[in-house]
């Protein structure tokens, strides 16, 4: 039977905690206040703007400022997505592992389709992903199901048919509510011990290399 692994993008398939980072203090500089550590910012970086903004500047979304804040934190993390982003240790071999057992693999992101699509190709991964679906791309973001069906329809497989692995519990909420199996990638952004007690996902990868034995566990089931 054919299968598709689906990834989160932040956190899971890339390293992009120390950009996002770096647009949420400019916003504090913008201000005339100190820079955070990073060490205080990276676990809300899979949080996107919202939980950027509320760990930096402690802005909720009912502040006045808040979508001009949002708007600007968005200008200048666009401007320097690229300066630290990566992809985590390990997980070229496992695409690559992927594509020579004849996965398809594709990426379900709560980042909008104009940040997502040019750092999927900055990092290299637009050649052999089947498909992007960007924050808002389907008609509700996670941790609605919608995304995870849109890439499943779009690409021709059933969502019995899919894995979806991500490092924030809406990764895992909508996995599980789109029918699919789901993973947690504990190396990621968030608290290991939390998701591995709390989250009910199918399996916890600790790390990048514990992701294609779950992988192909579930696909001989």
Same mark, same amino acid.
Request: with cysteine; aromatic share 8%.
């Given at each position: 039977m054919k299968k598709l692994v689906l990834f989160?993008?932040? #956190?899971?398939?890339?390293?992009?905690?120390?950009?996002?980072?770096?647009?949420?203090n400019k916003q504090r500089e913008r201000r005339g206040l100190e820079p955070l !550590?990073?060490?205080?910012?990276? !676990? /809300?970086?899979?949080? #996107?703007?919202?939980?950027?903004?509320?760990?930096?500047?402690?802005?909720?979304?009912?502040? !006045?400022? /808040?979508?001009?804040c949002r708007k600007q934190f968005l200008v200048d993390y666009e401007n320097d997505m690229t300066h630290h982003a990566r992809l985590f240790p390990g997980i070229a071999a496992l695409l690559a592992t992927l594509q020579d057992h004849t996965f398809a693999w594709g990426i379900v992101t709560n980042k909008a389709e104009y940040l997502?699509?040019?750092l999927v190709? /900055?990092?290299?991964?637009?050649?052999?992903?089947?498909?992007?679906?960007g924050g808002d791309t389907a008609a509700r973001a996670k941790?609605? !199901?919608?995304?995870?069906?849109?890439?499943?329809?779009?690409? #021709?497989?059933?969502?019995?048919?899919?894995i979806y692995i991500g490092d924030d519990e809406r990764d895992i909420i909508a996995g599980r509510a789109a029918?699919?199996?789901?993973?947690?990638?504990?190396? #990621? /952004?968030c608290d290991r011990e939390i998701a591995r007690q709390t989250w009910n996902a199918d399996a916890v990868a600790d790390e990048p290399d514990d992701l294609w034995p779950v992988i192909r566990g579930w696909a001989n089931q």
């Open positions: 989160d993008f932040d #956190g899971t398939l890339a390293d992009t905690a120390p950009d996002l980072a770096a647009a949420a !550590p990073y060490e205080a910012l990276r !676990p /809300y970086a899979s949080h #996107g703007a919202r939980g950027l903004l509320k760990a930096g500047l402690d802005m909720s979304t009912d502040h !006045p400022e /808040y979508e001009a997502a699509v040019p190709a /900055y990092l290299g991964l637009a050649q052999h992903c089947a498909i992007t679906v941790p609605h !199901p919608d995304p995870l069906l849109l890439a499943a329809e779009k690409t #021709g497989f059933e969502p019995e048919q899919c029918g699919m199996a789901t993973v947690v990638a504990a190396y #990621g /952004y």
